[in-house]
Structure formats: structure tokens, C-alpha cells
């Protein structure tokens, strides 16, 4: 079993604030993926990040993947109401098959 | 938009009774998933498929079964419904791209057993 611990669980923030959430493993994968999920909906891919030590912008948000490639972090910068969802990373292995970790539930608050 | 669609979107059925869930696929791909999404839990896969009658096991497959008899189907079956397999069931596919596969998700399927 691919573990991924992602921490924090939950996390509030005052809009305009940064944040940062974080996905590890004692796992290699060979690419790490961001998703984000509303509620009712499906997970939506945000990032794919395959290089150790990578780091990739969307917009306000950065992405980076670990030198060893085994964690990664998400950063929010002047984070907006329409950032609130559920953040999941997701570990590339085996058979093209993915591992989850549980979550960051983000809500940021106007 | 990854041409998925999942249905039923929801469903409740009674403990006992077999339940099939479909995922339906537009763009030809090989790899298919089945993944339940619980609280505390988060995204676990059930079965996947790498090609038309070739199928394999995920970590929570106990109690499923699936198929895929023509590339845009893949079926997955509880064929005897349980209280624990309440959950959000959600069906996705392996698209390849720049920087490798990406998997992208259906928009869900509720299913209560009660």
C-alpha cells in the first residue's frame, strides 16, 4: 500500500492570507498530482508535477515536488473565497494506478 | 472534460439486492478506474482495467466485481449489496499527456444501501 499523509486535515484562513499545505510518503512516485474537489462533484486535476525539486504556478497557486520526489507541497498565495474545496494529492505507481491521501479540507472565509 | 459519464448518479437499493454501476467513455482510452470516496478514508481504488477483458484488483475490492466487454464500458457490480459499500462511487480514466498519464474523474455516483 502507496501512503500519502497530507497535513493539515483542515485548514481556515481570513481571505487574503496565504497558506500552505503539505503531501507526504515514504514512497517514490514517478509523478505526483493536485486535485481539487467540491462538494457533488469529482476530483479535478490541478497539477502534475514529475521532476524532483519542480515547482509549477497556476495562477496563485505553486506547486512544488520534492527533491527525492516522495512529498510536495501546495502554496495559495492571497487566497480567494473560490479556493474553499478539498485539495487531494495523488502518487503515480505500478500499473498507472494512483494513491490518494485524505485531504486538505481549505475553507477560506471573506 | 474527459467525455465521462457515470449513471446511475444516484441510486438506493435495499441490503441484498445486486447493483450495477456504469462509466461510459468517449475518447477510446485504455485505463479505467473504480474508486469509492468515504469520510476518513478518502479515495480508494476498487478494480481497474488496462483493456478490453483484461481487469485487476485495487486495494478495496471485497464484495465488487467488474467488466469490460467494449472499450467505452466498464461495469462495476456489487452483487450483493451491504451497508458498507454506501459510499460515492466514482469512475475515472488514464489520459496520456506531456508530462505523463493523467487521471481524470466522472462526476460521481451516490449509492446508499439501506
Known amino acids: 500500500t502507496q501512503l500519502l499523509e497530507q497535513s493539515p486535515q483542515f485548514l481556515s484562513i481570513q481571505e487574503g492570507e496565504n497558506l500552505t499545505v503539505y503531501c507526504n510518503s515514504s514512497?517514490?512516485?514517478?509523478?505526483l498530482q493536485w486535485y481539487r474537489q467540491e462538494p457533488g462533484e469529482g476530483p479535478v486535476l490541478l497539477v502534475t508535477?514529475?521532476?524532483?525539486?519542480e515547482v509549477k504556478k497556476l495562477k496563485r497557486l505553486t506547486f512544488q515536488f520534492g527533491d527525492a520526489r516522495k512529498d510536495s507541497s501546495l502554496h495559495i498565495t492571497a487566497a480567494q473565497t473560490g479556493d474553499t474545496g478539498l485539495y487531494l494529492c495523488?502518487?503515480?505507481?505500478?500499473?498507472?494506478?494512483?494513491?490518494f491521501g485524505k485531504g486538505n479540507q481549505v475553507v477560506v472565509i471573506p | 472534460d474527459a467525455g465521462i459519464t457515470q449513471s446511475p448518479r444516484h441510486k438506493v437499493t435495499e441490503t441484498g439486492t445486486p447493483v450495477t454501476l456504469r462509466c461510459h467513455q468517449t475518447?477510446?482510452?485504455?485505463?479505467m478506474y473504480w474508486y469509492r470516496q468515504d469520510p476518513g478514508h478518502g479515495l480508494r481504488l476498487i478494480h481497474y482495467?488496462?483493456?478490453?477483458?483484461?481487469?485487476d484488483k485495487g486495494e478495496v475490492s471485497d464484495g465488487y466485481s467488474v467488466s469490460r466487454s467494449k472499450t467505452e464500458d466498464f461495469l462495476l457490480t456489487l452483487e450483493s449489496a451491504t451497508s458498507s459499500q454506501t459510499s460515492v462511487y466514482f469512475c475515472?480514466?488514464?489520459?496520456?499527456?506531456?508530462?505523463?498519464?493523467?487521471?481524470?474523474f466522472g462526476e460521481g455516483s451516490w449509492l446508499t444501501v439501506v
Open positions: 475515472a480514466i488514464s489520459r496520456q499527456g506531456a508530462v505523463g498519464n493523467t487521471i481524470y
Open positions: 514512497s517514490v512516485f514517478s509523478s
Open positions: 508535477v514529475v521532476t524532483g525539486g
Open positions: 495523488a502518487g503515480v505507481y505500478g500499473n498507472n494506478r494512483l494513491a
Open positions: 475518447e477510446n482510452h485504455r485505463y
Open positions: 482495467s488496462y483493456g478490453v477483458k483484461d481487469t
